[in-house]
C-alpha cells in the first residue's frame, strides 16, 4: 500500500530581504517588486524530511499543499523540484486574510480531506512571516489526529510515526498511529538544493488549483482581524565620553557604563 505523505507549504516574504526594502501600508506588508517572496525556510525543512521517509520507504509519494492568493509558481513549485510528486494550490480571494489562521485551517483540512488516502501530514514548525506555529496544531485538532512538534527525525514504521522533539535540554523520541501530523525544525538538517533534471520536472507538473467553492468553505466571517500595522519606532541616542587624555576618558566610560549597567 502505498504511503501519502501531505507536506504544507507557505509562500512567505524573504526574511533575508533588508529592512529599508519593507513598507507597511494599508495593514499590510510589501517589498519592492523586484525582490521575489520564497519559499518558508521550516517548510522546506518539512518536504525534507518527507522525501528522506519516502526514500527509506519506498513505495510512497509526497504531496505538497499551499493556501494562498497570488503564487509564483517558479517560487511555489521549489519542493516539485526538489522531489515531491504532487502540488496543490488552494487559491482563492476568501485566502487573502493570511493572518487568520482558522481560516488557513479549514482550507487545508477540507484538501486534505478531499484527497482522502493520507497518511502522514508534515509541516514546518512555524511561518517566518508571522511566526504564529498554529495551523499545523489546528489542522491535527480539526482532524482528530495526533501530533508530534518540533521534530528532528521523522520516520514511518509499521503504521506508526516516529518522531525525535527537540527538547531545550536535548530530545525526546515519540510514537503516534497513522495518520497523524508532525511539525519540524531546523534541527532535521539543511533541505537538499534541487538540481537540474528536478527543476525541468517541475517546470512540466501543472498543479492541481482549488477554490473555496471546490472545498466547500465559506470564508465570509474571518475570526480574526488585523486592526492596525506599522513599523515600529526606532530613535538612537548618542553621548560623547571625553577627559583629559584617552586613559582618563577611559575611566570616566567605564564608570558611565557601570551607571548603565552595562558592565
Known amino acids: 500500500m502505498t504511503l501519502h505523505i501531505v507536506v504544507t507549504a507557505k509562500q ?40 528522506r521517509i519516502k526514500e527509506a520507504h519506498g513505495d510512497a509519494r509526497v504531496t505538497v499543499i499551499s493556501c494562498g492568493t497570488d503564487f509564483a509558481l517558479d517560487v511555489i513549485k521549489k519542493p516539485l523540484a526538489m522531489g515531491a510528486d504532487e ?9 487573502e486574510n493570511s493572518i487568520d489562521p482558522t481560516m488557513v485551517v479549514a482550507a487545508v483540512t477540507a484538501a486534505i480531506r478531499k484527497l482522502g488516502d493520507v497518511d502522514v501530514v508534515i509541516s514546518g514548525r512555524q511561518a ?31 503504521g506508526t ?20 501530523v508532525v511539525t519540524v525544525s531546523n534541527e532535521l538538517g ?31 466571517a474571518p475570526a480574526f482581524e488585523l486592526v492596525s500595522l506599522k513599523k515600529p519606532e526606532r530613535s538612537v541616542q548618542t553621548e560623547m565620553i571625553t577627559g583629559e587624555d584617552d586613559a582618563d576618558a577611559g575611566r570616566k566610560l567605564a564608570l558611565r557604563l557601570r551607571e548603565e549597567r552595562v558592565l
Open 12 to 51: 512567505v516574504l524573504d526574511p533575508e530581504t533588508p529592512l529599508s526594502a519593507f513598507s507597511v501600508a494599508d495593514n499590510a506588508v510589501s517589498t519592492a517588486g523586484n525582490i521575489p517572496p520564497v519559499v518558508n525556510g521550516y517548510d522546506e525543512q518539512a518536504v525534507e524530511a518527507a522525501l
Open 87 to 95: 502540488l496543490v494550490l488552494l487559491q482563492d480571494a476568501v485566502f
Open 128 to 158: 517566518s512571516d508571522w511566526d504564529n506555529a498554529q495551523v499545523p496544531l489546528g489542522i491535527a485538532e480539526s482532524l482528530g489526529w495526533p501530533v508530534a512538534t518540533i521534530g528532528r527525525k521523522v520516520e514511518v514504521l509499521d
Open 161 to 180: 510515526v516516529r518522531v525525535e522533539r527537540v527538547l531545550p535540554d536535548g530530545h525526546e523520541t515519540v510514537e503516534a498511529p497513522l495518520p497523524a
Open 190 to 220: 539543511t533541505p537538499r538544493y534541487p538540481n537540474m533534471r528536478g527543476i525541468m520536472a517541475a517546470r512540466r507538473v501543472q498543479p492541481t488549483v482549488w477554490s473555496a467553492a471546490d472545498l466547500d468553505i465559506d470564508g465570509t
